[in-house]
């Protein structure tokens, strides 16, 4: 079955870029909808966003002006890019599939990985 | 964006208990609304989509049902193994959009 590994630093420099991967194994990218969410220490679950395997995307407003999240289908890899990072970014980050039903459903996760601001 | 509210926030209860948690849609979502397990340290786990579609896998003990905007997720005879945080979240618009959780913990 489908299966996904986040990877990337655990601690970023406030104002720096936070960058993650998403690798993709037992079944193809190319279908689905592919998606990065979040949860503070403690806290609740924030969507941040999702993209196609055709590269289209579409990210929460709260964070639009700071999120690109990109695919690359050769490589069954999609990634999170975070700019301008403060403390309150702090989280475990999670790569999830959007792919179950009509109103595709956030049916697969990866065990998340968390990110600390800090300097 | 649409908002969740989850009720309780919390709550005590034994092995063998019927849990009921509620989650209401600040409009109306149709059925789109999934309910997921989490346990500490551990990645939500699907257990019901479509409000009351279970998730292949999931222990029948779990259950969902929906009238208008609020949903309810049932838990019947309550097993070590569920004592947990519960979310709902609904994929009728985006953002997604989750509830503020409901922990349920030994009594």
């Known amino acids: 079955q489908v299966q996904l590994q986040e990877s990337g630093p655990g601690l970023v420099k406030p104002s720096e870029t936070l960058s993650l991967t998403c690798t993709v194994s037992g079944g193809s990218i190319s279908s689905n909808y592919w998606s990065w969410i979040r949860q503070p220490p403690g806290r609740g679950l924030e969507w941040i966003g999702y993209?196609?395997?055709?590269?289209?995307?579409n990210y929460n407003p709260s964070l639009k002006s700071r999120v690109t999240i990109s695919v690359d289908t050769s490589k069954n890899q999609f990634s999170l890019q975070l700019r301008s990072v403060t403390a309150a970014d702090t989280a475990v980050y999670y790569c999830?599939?959007?792919?179950?039903?009509?109103?595709?459903?956030?049916?697969?996760w990866g065990k998340g990985t968390t990110v600390t601001v800090s300097s | 964006a649409i908002q969740l509210t989850q009720s309780p926030s919390s709550l005590s209860a034994s092995v063998g208990d019927r849990v009921t948690i509620t989650c209401r849609a600040s409009q109306g979502i149709s059925s789109a609304l999934a309910w997921y397990q989490q346990k500490p340290g551990k990645a939500p786990r699907l257990l019901i989509y479509d409000a009351s579609s279970l998730e292949s896998g999931v222990s029948s003990r779990f259950s969902g049902s929906a009238s208008g905007t609020d949903f309810t997720l049932t838990i019947n005879s309550l097993q070590p193994e569920d004592f947990a945080t519960y979310y709902c979240q609904q994929s009728n618009t985006y953002p997604r959009t989750f509830g503020p959780g409901t922990k349920v913990d030994i009594k």
């Open positions: 999830a599939r959007e792919g179950l039903g009509y109103y595709f459903y956030i049916d697969v």
């Open positions: 993209v196609y395997y055709t590269g289209s995307t």
